[in-house]
C-alpha cells in the first residue's frame, strides 16, 4: 500500500506561479513513473506531466515551457513546478505514482487562477 498526500494548491493570479508537492509514504520500494494529471469542472482528466525514474519527462503541450516537473527519490517526493499561470489551468491536480501494476493517486488539491 502506497499513500500519497499533496499539498501546494491554492489561488492565485494569472501570471502566478505555485509549486505542488505529492509525497509517498507506506510500501514505496520500486516505486516507478511518477505523474501529475488534472480535472477541469466539465472536461476530462488529462495528463499534465510524467517522470520516469531516470528523470526522462513527459509534458502536454499546454504547459511545456510553464511547468516542470522533478522528483526526489530519497524523499519519495513529486514536485510541480507552475509558473506563468493562466485561467485555463484552474482545476483540481492529482499526483499519480505506479508501483508494478498498481497505480496510485493522490487526494486531489485545487489549483485556481483568477483575478
Known amino acids: 500500500q502506497v499513500q500519497l498526500v499533496e499539498s501546494g494548491g491554492g489561488l492565485v493570479q494569472p501570471g502566478g506561479s505555485l509549486r505542488l508537492s505529492c509525497a509517498a509514504s507506506?510500501?514505496?520500494?520500486?516505486?516507478?513513473?511518477m505523474g501529475w494529471y488534472r480535472q477541469a469542472p466539465g472536461k476530462e482528466r488529462e495528463l499534465v506531466a510524467v517522470?520516469?525514474?531516470?528523470?526522462?519527462?513527459n509534458y502536454a503541450d499546454s504547459v511545456k515551457g510553464r511547468f516542470t516537473i522533478s522528483r526526489d527519490n530519497a524523499k519519495n517526493t513529486v514536485y510541480l513546478q507552475m509558473n506563468s499561470l493562466k485561467p485555463e489551468d484552474t482545476a483540481v491536480y492529482y499526483c499519480?505514482?505506479?508501483?508494478?501494476?498498481?497505480?496510485?493517486w493522490g487526494q486531489g488539491t485545487q489549483v485556481t487562477v483568477s483575478s
Open positions: 517522470i520516469g525514474t531516470g528523470g526522462t519527462t
Open positions: 499519480n505514482v505506479k508501483r508494478g501494476v498498481i497505480t496510485y
Open positions: 507506506g510500501s514505496i520500494f520500486s516505486i516507478g513513473l
